[in-house]
């Protein structure tokens, strides 16, 4: 089954805008939207002439690389809008968004650059498939904030990339593929910026026909306010049989001139390039007149207002470019109870932080890695780029790698309490004996024991009748220190305590000192040194 193309097309410079800086081409094989910016500063001429080079993509045979055939039509256009700003200085500061779709009968090249968009409708879902280059959808793609606080933002309409005749644009290239019934659209974001996706899914479900959907989007976005211009392109993929489009259409800045914001182009690639390029177009015939210059005339409304918004683009210039770079720095700080890359710079402008989480590391918390590397990271480490952040941070995860061993090394390994010495209890001491009259004394530090004197017997003799011997009493010798009278033993063996002292206390026996194990010693082998970092040093370790 072969497949072509049935669109239409249309624009409104909206409720508030003056002019109209949106421009759009709707052919054979071309469709495409270009939003011009810069008011006063022509943005309509940015846009009809980046359209007006790439018109010449609406041709029968496309190149075999869609990706290299569009980003060539991109450098062509940008290309001249440069030559247009050297030969004319006043033109500084003008540009455009361009999102454009290149027919080849099974497919569908992509080319996307600025916050223009491109939508496709397939199995009753309308599915965006350009993403915006701006400043807030960055915020949105970063998760800081959500996409209906994008809709409402101050700065959504801050471009990251458009064309604008400096330096090399980058678009976003796709190639897809093509179904029989397939619905796309084109569109600036006069029509997506006040009109919901639902409500834009719906419009096209119900409106069989491209124009009455066109019309009906276009009023709808009036409806919501109209505070920008609208331009949208609808394009169904049909079979051959079913009447396609073959006469082309541009809407916006480049038929601004004609009736109803719309005018056709002759069927040739070259002469709808020629008709592009040619300058003011006639209402009849569309050929320029030969008295007007080979060269599209700019409104003069720009050069009156030039000291109003001059100032005021090289400014935004300057915020654009300073934001590019801070995008460009990084540095390492504490993200709650965890460690993060941060790229950007750490400040505000006007309540807008202009840094944000790069990526956080979840295994390096605040708690495990030292009091040093703590201090660093809560007072931020500017890093001198990417590289030197990530090596950084693979410093704090060994150190926390090491600090978590240790915490775990003591809970395995409680500290050990010495036991304590058990205290002998004081021995009762033993009576003192051997005093006169049988009488025990204790000894008792307190107490002073005295002896009665002894007395010595005097010797007698007495007679027995009827016997010849004579008893005699004798004097007992006192017995020497030391010693007991008719003993034969050795000094100081068993013998009591001299009579009147007390007996000498008992000796004290000392337990040997208890004996532990050896506490084992933790080794992280090359990490060993980075212990001493940690808050919390190994149980039983000096």
């Keep these: ?35 011009g910016m810069g008011g006063a500063a022509a943005g309509e001429v940015a846009s009809s002439e980046v359209l007006s080079t790439i018109v010449e993509l609406d041709e029968d045979l496309p190149g075999a690389d869609l990706r290299d055939t569009l980003r060539l039509a991109v450098d062509r256009a940008n290309d001249r809008l440069r030559v247009m700003i050297d030969d004319d200085p006043g033109l500084e500061g003008m540009g455009t968004t361009l999102t454009a779709l290149l027919w080849t009968g099974t497919g569908l090249g992509l080319v996307h650059v600025g916050d223009s968009r491109a939508y496709l409708l397939r199995d009753g879902i309308l599915e965006q498939i350009t993403q915006d280059h701006t400043w807030v959808q960055r915020l949105v793609d970063e998760g800081r904030i959500t996409e209906e606080e994008a809709g409402h933002h101050p700065q959504r309409s801050l471009l990251m990339r458009a064309l604008d005749g400096r330096g090399q644009v980058e678009p976003d290239l796709a190639v897809r593929e093509a179904r029989a019934g397939d619905r796309y659209l084109v569109c600036s974001d006069g029509l997506s910026g006040v009109v919901s996706r639902e409500t834009m899914q719906d419009t096209l479900l119900a409106l069989v026909d491209p124009r009455d959907a066109v019309q009906e989007l276009i009023q709808l976005a009036l409806r919501g306010g109209g505070p920008d211009n609208i331009t949208c392109i609808v394009a169904d993929i049909v079979d051959v049989d079913q009447t396609p489009s073959d006469i082309p259409l541009v809407v916006g800045a480049v038929a601004d001139d004609l009736a109803g914001d719309t005018a056709t182009l002759p069927t040739t690639p070259a002469s709808r390039a020629r008709e592009l390029t040619a300058g003011e177009y006639e209402n009849e015939a569309l050929v320029p007149d030969a008295g007007v ?3 599209r005339r700019p409104k003069p409304a720009w050069r009156r207002t030039l000291p109003v918004w001059g100032p005021a683009v090289v400014l935004l210039a300057a915020l654009g470019g300073a934001y590019w770079w801070t995008q460009t720095q990084y540095y390492v700080a504490k993200d709650g109870e965890h460690v993060s890359i941060y790229r950007g710079i ?32 809560e007072e931020r480490y500017d890093a001198s780029s ?11 995860e060994r150190q926390a790698s090491v600090c978590r061993q240790v915490v775990d090394w003591n809970r395995d390994h409680p ?15 033993a009576p003192v004996t051997g005093l006169p009259g049988g009488d025990n004394v204790s000894a008792s530090p307190t107490t002073s024991v005295q002896a009665a004197p002894m007395r010595t017997p005097t010797p007698t003799t007495s007679a027995r009748p009827g016997s010849d011997s004579v008893s005699r009493s004798t004097t007992r010798p006192t017995a020497e220190p030391g010693k007991t009278a008719g003993s034969g033993q050795r000094p100081g063996a068993n013998q009591s305590p001299p009579q009147g002292l007390p007996n000498a206390p008992a000796p004290t ?30 149980n039983g370790q000096s």
């Design 1 to 35: 089954m072969s497949l072509s193309l049935r669109f239409a097309a249309g624009s409104h410079k909206g409720m508030i805008r003056e002019g109209n800086e949106d421009s759009g081409y709707a052919g054979p094989r071309l469709l495409a939207v270009a939003d």
């Design 293 to 295: 210059p080979n060269r």
């Design 346 to 377: 750490d400040t505000e402008i006007f309540g807008i932080s202009l840094s944000s989480p790069y990526k956080q590391y979840s295994a390096v918390t605040m708690n495990l890695i030292g009091a040093e590397y703590r201090d660093s990271v």
């Design 386 to 396: 990417l590289t030197d952040a990530r090596e950084y941070v693979q410093k704090l």
């Design 415 to 429: 500290p050990t309490v010495s036991p304590e010495v058990p205290q002998i209890p004081e021995q009762p001491q």
């Design 509 to 538: 026996t000392t337990p040997p000192p208890a004996t532990t194990a050896p506490t084992p010693k933790i080794d992280l082998g090359p990490d060993q040194e980075l212990i001493i970092k940690c808050d919390e040093q190994p």
